[in-house]
Structure formats: structure tokens, C-alpha cells
T-cell receptor, first 113, second 109 residues
Framework: NAGVMQNPRHLVRRRGQEARLRCSPM?????VYWYRQLPEEGLKFMVY????????ESGMPKERFSAEFPKEGPSILRIQQVVRGDSAAYFC???????????FGPGTRLTVT | GQNIDQPTEMTATEGAIVQINCTYQ??????LFWYQQHAGEAPTFLSY????GLEEKGRFSSFLSRSKGYSYLLLKELQMKDSASYLC??????????FGGGTRLMVKP
């Protein structure tokens, strides 16, 4: 049973470009969460999704950031017009239900130059 | 609001015991997680406490007191590979995790 998969593992973007981060949850998991970890800081919740629904996006910046989890395919976190402050590790986690342990993917390390 | 506090850094000796404390103030509390994170890697699950008391799992144990908003992670027989960050996280209404800043543990020979 493959774990949570994220790609790319490393992403370099110039300021103003778009970044697309993908997350495939563990098999059988329909709940996906995105977290951001700035250098030397803890993880911060961004958004919680189920298939075709955003359940909680209270941690997502209002502008430039969006997330989706379509009926088919991976969850996507999209950052438009990236700025240097977006440089961070973005982790995706999944769970089988709405309560309990979340399994984390390896993360995507975004560097904005 | 949500607030999780844990020490920033701790140092311990190989073979010893170390206790990492965590205090939390959150609403809609559903339980307390501990994760281990090695530098540059994903967090890996260690323990989940919902009820008060001690949960033991091999060399690692975790304790929760809901009335005090307090938890600790106890690591016994420390090994060099236990050098990592230990993340305390509360599970809140809506199943989002609120993380503390993490405790960086250095195990010395």
C-alpha cells in the first residue's frame, strides 16, 4: 500500500510564475490536508479537502492560493504569481475519515528565486 | 484561538530518558498527536492520545491531561537516531491539526 505521494519533490520558480503542487493520498483515503512549513518553523494548516469539496480553507491566504481535489486525480495546491515569501516546504497529509491520524507525504520544497 | 507551546530545543545523552512537554489551548479539542520529523523529511506518526492517561508504545510513551491542557512525550533508552524534531499537535474540530513549533532534540554520545 503506497503512502501519500507528492510531486514534484523540489520546485524552483521565479517571482511571478505559477507553482502547482500535487498530492495523491493513500489508497482508500478521501480526506486531504495541506500544510506549509517555513524554514525553522512549525507546520501551519492551510486547507482541508474531500473529493470535490473544500471543507476548511481557513489557513489559506486569501489571494494567489487555491486548492482542489477533483473526483479523479490528485489534489492540487496552486500558487499564482509566487513571491520569495512563498518559499517553504508544502506537506500533504491524508486520512481515511474525518478524525484521527493523518499520514504525511514527503513534501514539496518550493524555492522562489 | 489555538496555541501550542513546547520547548524549542533539548539535549540528552544516549541511553538516557527525556521528557518533552507540550501545553495547549485550543477549542474543539479532539485529541493530541506527537510526530517525529527528521531534517528535510516528512513528519511520521508517533502517538495519539484522546483520553487522559499514559499510552506506552515500545521506547516511546505519551501522556495527556485534558483538564490541564498538558501532554508529554517520554523517550527511553535514547539512541543517536532519535535526534530529530518532535512535533506536538492538537486535533481540533474539523480535523485540522494545530502544530507547535517543534522541539529539536539532540542526542549526544
Amino acid at each position: 500500500n503506497a503512502g501519500v505521494m507528492q510531486n514534484p519533490r523540489h520546485l524552483v520558480r521565479r517571482r511571478g510564475q505559477e507553482a502547482r503542487l500535487r498530492c495523491s493520498p493513500m489508497k482508500g483515503h478521501s480526506h486531504v490536508y495541506w500544510y506549509r512549513q517555513l524554514p525553522e518553523e512549525g507546520l501551519k494548516f492551510m486547507v482541508y479537502l474531500q473529493k470535490e469539496n473544500i471543507i476548511d480553507e481557513s489557513g489559506m491566504p486569501k489571494e494567489r492560493f487555491s486548492a482542489e481535489f477533483p473526483k479523479e486525480g490528485p489534489s492540487i495546491l496552486r500558487i499564482q504569481q509566487v513571491v520569495r515569501g512563498d518559499s517553504a516546504a508544502y506537506f500533504c497529509a491524508s486520512s481515511p475519515g474525518g478524525v484521527g491520524e493523518q499520514y504525511f507525504g514527503p513534501g514539496t520544497r518550493l524555492t522562489v528565486t | 484561538g489555538q496555541n501550542i507551546d513546547q520547548p524549542t530545543e533539548m539535549t540528552a545523552t544516549e541511553g538516557a530518558i527525556v521528557q518533552i512537554n507540550c501545553t495547549y489551548q485550543t477549542s474543539g479539542f479532539n485529541g493530541l498527536f506527537w510526530y517525529q520529523q527528521h531534517a528535510g523529511e516528512a513528519p511520521t506518526f508517533l502517538s495519539y492520545n484522546v483520553l487522559d492517561g499514559l499510552e506506552e508504545k515500545g521506547r516511546f510513551s505519551s501522556f495527556l491531561s485534558r483538564s490541564k491542557g498538558y501532554s508529554y512525550l517520554l523517550l527511553k533508552e535514547l539512541q543517536m537516531k532519535d535526534s530529530a524534531s518532535y512535533l506536538c499537535a492538537s486535533n481540533n474540530a474539523g480535523n485540522m491539526l494545530t502544530f507547535g513549533g517543534g522541539t529539536r532534540l539532540m542526542v549526544k554520545p
